[in-house]
C-alpha cells in the first residue's frame, strides 16, 4: 500500500507540482507530528488534502475515531485511493474553498475539535488564505485550531491575514526526519472569531 501510494503521489506531483506540495507523501514522522499537535478532547476533525493518507493514518493511529474524521480532497484518484484504504472515513470530493458547504450535510452538531491542513498555503493568494481560515475558523466555533505543515522558514500563513483575523500562530514542532525538513503551525484565536465576519467571506487583497 506504501509504495502505491507513493507512486500514485509521484505521478500527480509530476503532472501538477505547483498543486501538489511535495515529490513526495508527509513522512510518517510529520503525520504524528501533526497528529500530536490535535487539542485535547473529543468531536470531528477535518483533514484538507489528504493525498494517499500519511496523515489520516496518523490522525487515526493517534485515536480520531473513523467516523469523528472527514477528510476532503479535490483529486479525484487520491479520493478513491482514500476511499478504499481507509473504510469508515468519511471523503468527501471537493475544493477546501468550499469548505463549509462541503460539510453542510454531515449534521455535525458540535464544532469541529481542529482542521489539519496539507494544503500548499504558500502558493494561495492572500484572499484564499482569509477564505480557507475564515471558514475553518466557522467549523471550529470561531476559535480554531488549523493546524498547517509548512516546508519554508517562516509561516506559511502571511502576516496581513494573521492580523486581520486576529490569530495567535505557534510552531510547534520542528520535524528534520522529512524530506525536506518541515515545520507544523497552529492557528486560534484567543477570544471566538466573530460569526458575523465569519460568514462574509474573504476582504484581504491578493
Not at 513526495?24 to 483533514?47: F, H, I, K, Q
Not at 481507509?86 to 464544532?111: I, K
Not at 510552531?171 to 497552529?186: D, F, G, I, L, S
Amino acid at each position: 500500500m506504501k509504495r502505491n501510494s507513493e507512486l500514485i503521489f509521484f505521478s500527480k506531483w509530476f503532472a501538477s507540482p505547483l498543486r501538489v506540495a511535495s515529490i513526495t507523501p508527509s513522512s510518517t514522522p510529520l503525520a504524528r507530528a501533526m497528529a500530536s499537535a490535535l487539542p485535547v478532547g473529543d468531536g470531528t476533525v477535518v483533514e484538507l488534502g489528504g493525498g494517499t493518507g500519511p496523515i489520516t493514518h496518523a490522525l487515526l493511529e493517534a485515536g480520531v475515531r473513523s467516523d469523528q474524521l472527514v477528510v476532503i480532497e479535490r483529486d479525484a484518484q487520491f479520493c478513491n485511493h482514500l476511499v478504499r484504504r481507509f473504510p469508515g472515513v468519511v471523503v468527501r470530493h471537493g475544493d477546501a474553498l468550499d469548505l463549509v458547504t462541503l460539510m453542510e450535510d454531515l449534521a455535525v452538531n458540535t464544532p469541529v475539535r481542529a482542521v489539519v491542513s496539507g494544503l500548499p498555503l504558500l502558493s494561495m493568494s492572500s484572499a484564499a488564505q482569509e477564505q480557507l481560515l475564515q471558514q475553518a475558523l466557522r467549523l471550529t466555533g470561531g476559535t480554531g485550531p488549523l493546524i498547517q505543515f509548512s516546508y519554508g522558514l517562516a509561516s506559511p500563513l502571511r502576516k496581513r491575514v494573521v492580523q486581520r483575523l486576529g490569530l495567535v500562530d505557534r510552531c510547534v514542532a520542528q520535524v528534520w526526519r522529512n524530506v525536506p525538513p518541515a515545520k507544523v503551525w497552529t492557528y486560534a484565536c484567543l477570544t471566538p472569531y466573530p460569526a458575523s465576519r465569519q460568514a462574509q467571506g474573504g476582504g484581504v487583497s491578493p
